[in-house]
């Protein structure tokens, strides 16, 4: 199994970032042996980020994605690749892989973040 989780920086004692497509970078984490890997989000400041950040997720075989919100096209192509979107996630990278293995992290089932329209 594979968890992405969305952090303000490279490391397992990160704060989460709390939007998938603005986090700077995305821990890949195996939760049986702790082991990870560090991916910084290049499309941080593109537009569509979070539909870029989605299909770069998805290519890596990611099983289930901790985040604090997601926008609703991300949240269609992460369920599309059928990615188990969990949001409302805080605290430190470790600290919520640990509460999903524990199964206290529920998965959503709509997107947490709706696009602002100008």
Request: charged share 20%.
């Amino acid at each position: 199994m594979k968890i992405c989780v969305t952090a303000i920086n490279g490391s397992l004692d990160s704060p989460i970032d709390s939007h998938f497509g603005r986090a700077p970078y995305f821990i890949i984490v195996d939760p049986e042996t702790m082991e990870f890997e560090t991916i910084e989000n290049r499309g941080v400041s593109a537009l569509g980020l979070g539909i870029q950040a989605a299909q770069a997720i998805a290519k890596r075989g990611i099983n289930v994605l901790l985040t604090g919100k997601i926008g609703p096209d991300a949240f269609r192509i992460l369920s599309e690749k059928e990615v188990m979107v969990v949001t409302g996630v805080s605290g430190s990278v470790t600290t919520a892989v640990k509460q999903f293995k524990k199964g206290t992290l529920k998965p959503a089932d709509a997107p947490s973040w709706k696009c602002q329209k100008d």
